[in-house]
């Protein structure tokens, strides 16, 4: 990342809803001794006044202020070394594109972007500037799937023929997706390419691979009108002041968190946004329960499954090679308590403490002819994805070497995104789709 020598680097972050607030943690608290936040972007003032208030309650003086139309010349004005996207998924790409044409690297929150054009935008502007984007694929940082990613390079289960990966989002985490902007595809790329492009991503890396073709089937289940034919349905619009929400287990209490409260209950009267919209309103558009059928370049397939509605929080891998196969398994909470019901997974802002239900996580070995072994893994946690989220700021903010090239790339992105618009393609044809008829990577 660049910097002038001898001074910290310095960061300005667009998009200040709760997904900056790690980010923030990370700039101010955690790796001040390196890195500076000199700057905040937004379309709504009261989201960084707010968050302007909790640096000065930690001690650290607020930070300017702009409109994220005025990107271009608030990087210029505030010398921005690095500018960090933590803003609406299909904000992405002009914020990525304005930011390296100003001469700034960038640190991009995931996906990259929601669509090909988007990232053929980012992709000139790489070529064009020479400057660098890094993708927070935190997962990449959860010392479980490093582990899997050094045993499947010192060739433990042989070469790899196939991959099954399972995930599993609880009625509290998943039901999030479609009470606020991510319920429109047109917004996030659905969860496809907003959640299991974490995931596509991690095989990618883990198999060293690209996507080659994808076939895929997805459907809306249980969430929007659907909840209807299943017993669930309500009729309000959004939970803040709706008797009808009282009672409701899908209802997320704004009002019961103070920092949510402040981010976008109090900031509605600026851009009209609602956090806390129904999950079985109509005018959802993305899908809540996907297979996928994937082959690589290296001949491997994978199959894929999200669930978006499950009873408990999880995700099973299972890696077939020419010499054994290795099953990694993960709780991450065995169920939704009825207290936690109406809240966020594990806290207010995401990631940002651990979930109080039970969890557990086994990563096993099983070679040919020769019992399991249980692998052990060191430094897995229950908050921040595992630790990874820590781990990914010493790489991208605090310049800690990374040996196991875990700071994912614009080119990384760009992968992770295809097989999701490769499923989006396939869920509307019902036929198998060749990625680079989407984009061409070299």
């Known amino acids: 990342m660049s910097s002038r020598t001898g001074e910290r ?18 700039l101010v608290r ?28 930690s001690g650290h003086p607020p930070v300017p202020t702009y409109r994220a139309d005025e990107l271009a010349a608030t990087l210029r004005k505030e010398r921005v070394d690095v500018l960090v996207v933590t803003s609406v998924d299909d904000t992405h790409a002009a914020h990525i594109d304005t930011a390296l044409r100003a001469g700034c690297d960038v640190i991009t929150e995931k996906p990259m972007t929601v669509d090909a054009d ?6 000139a502007a790489v070529a064009d500037t020479g400057r660098q984007v890094r993708v927070a694929f935190n997962y990449r940082y ?22 099954h990966f399972e995930w599993l989002l609880d009625v509290r985490h998943g039901a999030d997706y479609f009470r606020r902007w991510h319920r429109d595809k047109a917004h996030s790329g659905g969860l496809m390419v907003h959640k299991a492009g974490h995931h596509f991503d991690l095989v990618n890396w883990w198999l060293d691979a690209a996507p080659v073709e994808v076939y895929a089937a997805g459907r809306l289940f249980f969430y929007g009108e659907a909840g209807r034919r299943h017993g669930y ?26 920092k949510l409260r402040e981010l976008y209950l109090d900031a509605e009267t ?42 408990y929080e999880g995700y099973r891998v299972m890696v077939n090679g020419s010499r054994g196969r290795l099953e990694l398994e993960v709780v991450e909470s065995d169920h939704v308590s009825p207290a936690s019901a109406g809240a966020l997974k594990g806290a207010a ?15 096993t070995l099983r070679p040919f002819w020769a019992p399991p072994q249980v692998v052990p893994v060191s430094g897995h946690t229950r908050s921040g994805h595992g630790g990874a989220d820590a781990r990914m700021a010493r790489v991208l903010i605090g310049g800690e070497p990374d040996p196991m090239g875990r700071a994912a790339t614009a080119r990384d992105g760009a992968l992770a995104l295809l097989t999701g618009l490769a499923a989006n393609r396939s869920f509307t044809t019902g036929a198998p789709v060749r990625v680079a008829d989407l984009l061409d990577l070299p």
């Open 9 to 26: 680097i310095r960061h300005a972050l667009v998009g200040t809803g709760s997904r900056a607030e790690m980010f923030v943690r990370a």
């Open 30 to 57: 955690d790796h001040a001794d390196t890195a500076e936040l000199v700057a905040f972007a937004d379309v709504n003032q009261a989201r960084m006044d707010a968050h302007n208030r909790w640096l000065g309650e």
């Open 118 to 123: 988007g990232c053929r935008q980012i992709l």
């Open 142 to 163: 959860n010392p479980l799937h490093e582990k899997l990613r050094e045993l499947l390079a010192d060739g433990a289960i042989g070469e790899v023929g196939s991959v």
């Open 233 to 258: 349905a309500r009729d309000y619009e959004r939970a803040y002041g709706s008797p009808a929400a009282a009672d409701d287990p899908f209802a997320l209490r704004l009002d019961a968190h103070p």
């Open 270 to 311: 600026e851009d009209g946004y609602q956090r806390d919209r129904n999950v079985f309103a109509p005018g959802v558009s993305i899908e809540d329960d996907m297979s996928v059928l994937a082959r690589y370049s290296t001949g491997a397939t994978m199959t894929y499954h999200l669930t978006a509605y499950a009873p």
């Open 349 to 363: 802002l995401h990631g940002d403490e651990a979930a109080v239900e039970a969890g557990s996580a086994t990563l």
